[in-house]
């Protein structure tokens, strides 16, 4: 059974940068995309980018210049770095396999504030 | 505002019929696939491709497509169905991707 697990700080300052791991287990990365998703408090989802196996990306245009998504395979791992952090990236931050999206992780809630 | 356009709150009297739809440009050229999501959970793929479930979903859910529209229908609805729904697909670009505004589905 595939799963995905999010960590990262809970907390961090604005202004500061987000990174953040999605370790992957029970399943191979190969030909697969591997997205970051998330979801401010009480709000719908969005989609942050996808990275491909290969390394490929692609971006949201609203996040694009503060966001890379990089890939080691051999770890099994996804990451997400976000740069220049206000209280609005404040949500919870889930990883995803494929497109479509058939594996979730349960999600790192993140708190920008100082 | 997002490119997939969905009816903010929908509801259905337990065991009847509920369609849910998402409208978007590029629904004419490629499939949505649809996510339930219930409070404090992640999301969970219900539709893809059209009108394929994944394993474990009931065959109560199905989805179509028309014109610039997607839909996911319930028949049959159960209090279990009860969540937000989101579709997902590509935006006017055609490069990258983008989740409808969500659906909160009640059951009467």
């Known amino acids: 059974q595939v799963q995905l697990q999010e960590s990262g700080p809970g907390l961090v300052k604005p202004s500061e940068t987000l990174s953040l791991t999605c370790s992957v287990s029970g399943g191979s990365m190969n030909y697969y995309y591997w997205s970051w998703i998330r979801q401010p408090p009480g709000k719908g989802l969005e989609w942050i980018g996808f990275?491909?196996?290969?390394?490929?990306?692609d971006y949201n245009p609203s996040v694009k210049s503060r966001a890379t998504i990089s890939i080691d395979t051999s770890k099994n791992q996804v990451f997400l770095k976000l740069t220049s952090l206000t209280p609005a990236d404040t949500a919870m931050y889930y990883c995803?396999?494929?497109?479509?999206?058939?594996?979730w992780g349960r999600g790192a809630l993140v708190t920008v504030s100082s | 505002s997002s490119e997939l356009t969905q009816d903010p709150a929908v509801s259905v009297a337990l065991g009847q019929t509920v369609r849910i739809t998402c409208q978007g440009d590029?629904?004419?050229?490629?499939?949505a696939s649809w996510y339930q999501q219930k409070p404090g959970h992640a999301p969970v793929v219900v539709m893809f491709h059209k009108n394929t479930r994944p394993s474990g979903i009931p065959d109560r859910f199905s989805g179509s497509s028309s014109g610039n529209t997607a839909s996911l229908t319930i028949t049959g609805a159960q209090a279990e169905d009860e969540a937000d729904y989101y579709c997902?697909?590509?935006?006017?670009?055609?490069?990258?991707?983008?989740f409808g505004g969500g659906t909160k589905l009640t059951v009467l």
């Open positions: 995803a396999r494929g497109d479509p999206l058939d594996y």
């Open positions: 997902y697909s590509r935006d006017s670009s055609g490069l990258h991707r983008v």
């Open positions: 590029t629904l004419r050229s490629t499939y």
């Open positions: 990275i491909y196996y290969t390394g490929g990306t």
